[in-house]
């Protein structure tokens, strides 16, 4: 099998056009927020005060990654982290105000994103696209050792 002709290489290429028109839309309403702390005020948003192990599994990030993204993020004042009371060796993560005016701000672009990614697909087509797609990651569950 060609490897250009396989899923993959379409897969990673959207991905990163995505991300690319994600980017550029943020950075041009002025907003210094990055994918990766948009996804994490969308979880903060949903459900205030995870704690770091609950956002690493959510955003499919591990702890290291995760905290180094936490402690930009409280640079800029997006998050605030706080001991658990029940747990003094877990923090928990809160959004701020400020995170909550850049969520804001972002969820427009990115409701914008979407609609043009969708733009001429039928609601078959999509539900058929996420069906497919469930199933790449069911197949990638696994270990990748086992590849």
Do not use: H
Not at 51 to 79: C, D, G, H, P, V
Not at 106 to 124: C, F, H, Q, R
Request: charged share 35%; glycine share 2%.
């Amino acid at each position: 099998m060609e490897f250009e002709n396989s899923l993959g290489p379409w897969l990673g290429k959207t991905v990163k056009i995505i991300d690319y028109f994600l980017y550029e839309s943020l950075r041009s309403i002025d907003l210094n927020l990055t994918k990766e702390q948009m996804i994490v005020l969308k979880k903060l948003t949903d459900c205030d005060g995870l704690n770091q192990n609950e956002l690493a599994f959510l955003t499919i990030r591990n702890k290291s990654s995760l905290a180094r993204l936490l402690a930009k993020m409280e640079q800029k004042k997006y998050i605030t982290r706080k001991l658990s009371s029940e747990d003094k060796r877990v923090k928990k993560v809160y959004i701020t105000q400020i995170g909550q005016d850049v969520y804001s701000k972002a969820k427009p672009v990115l409701k914008k994103l979407i609609d043009k990614i969708e733009n001429e697909i039928t609601e078959s087509e999509k539900e058929q696209m996420i069906a497919t797609l469930k199933k790449i990651q069911k197949n990638l569950d696994s270990n990748p050792e086992s590849i």
